[in-house]
């Protein structure tokens, strides 16, 4: 089946650490997002790319990193320069040329103790 | 910059009750204009949408119609059934000849449907 697969579900680190999230898509989507979600401030935007190997900040992305070097993985790293890591991760694709859906994935759960 | 304003939450209702949940949205040009939906624990799923001005998404008993006039896209439902409980998203996505769009949410309105 196609879709977007988000790996792991729930996740918990150490404060300070680095910690990486998966996003694979097999829907042959050019486009591919990462939003944070948080209770009562809806989805916020922090990276994404249109093409591989090139990638845009959206309106979040201070202490977060991301790699695009194949077309079905969009990776996302929040680093200990992340001062609130603790949120809803949601991993989103879409076909490039006219946004007329975006398909999400599951949702990662990072808890930073 | 483009914006969504949803009508806050949360909202409960009884079953069978007649569901409105505003939505209007700020842009340039005629964007594209979606409602999710995001059931406990999960992530969204596209409910429906309208691409152009005057058009009518519709999908499991909910409609919304573009209305350009008055920058709106409010989602309707007849008859709420309790499964319809939810978080729903109203989302627009401009039109743009570059290829560079994305999508702006709206907050999100949570939706309790008692029996």
């Known amino acids: 089946d196609g879709g977007i697969t988000q790996s792991p579900k729930y996740l918990f680190r150490k404060e300070g650490q680095n910690v990486t999230l998966s996003c694979e898509q097999n829907l042959n989507h050019d486009a591919m997002y990462w939003y944070r979600q948080d209770p009562g401030q809806g989805l916020r935007l922090i990276y994404y790319?249109?093409?591989?190997?090139?990638?845009q900040k959206g309106d979040i992305a201070e202490g977060y990193s991301v790699s695009r070097e194949k077309k079905e993985s969009f990776p996302l790293t929040v680093t200990s320069a992340q001062k609130n890591p603790t949120a809803f991760y949601l991993c989103a694709s879409s076909p490039q040329v006219r946004l007329t859906e975006a398909f999400f994935g599951q949702g990662t759960r990072l808890t930073v103790v | 910059g483009d914006s969504v304003t949803q009508m806050e939450g949360p909202v409960t209702l009884s079953e069978e009750a007649f569901l409105t949940i505003n939505c209007t949205y700020t842009?340039?040009?005629?964007?594209?204009l979606f409602w999710y939906v995001q059931y406990p624990g999960e992530g969204l799923q596209l409910l429906l949408k309208?691409?152009?001005?005057?058009d009518k998404g519709s999908n499991k008993g909910f409609e919304a119609t573009y209305r350009k006039e008055t920058t709106s896209f409010h989602l309707e439902k007849g008859s709420v059934q309790v499964s319809d409980s939810a978080v729903y998203f109203c989302a627009l996505s401009p039109l743009s000849n570059f290829g560079n769009e994305k999508l702006t949410f709206g907050t999100g309105t949570r939706l309790t449907i008692i029996p």
């Open positions: 309208a691409t152009k001005a005057d």
């Open positions: 790319s249109q093409i591989v190997n090139d990638f």
């Open positions: 842009a340039t040009g005629y964007p594209s």
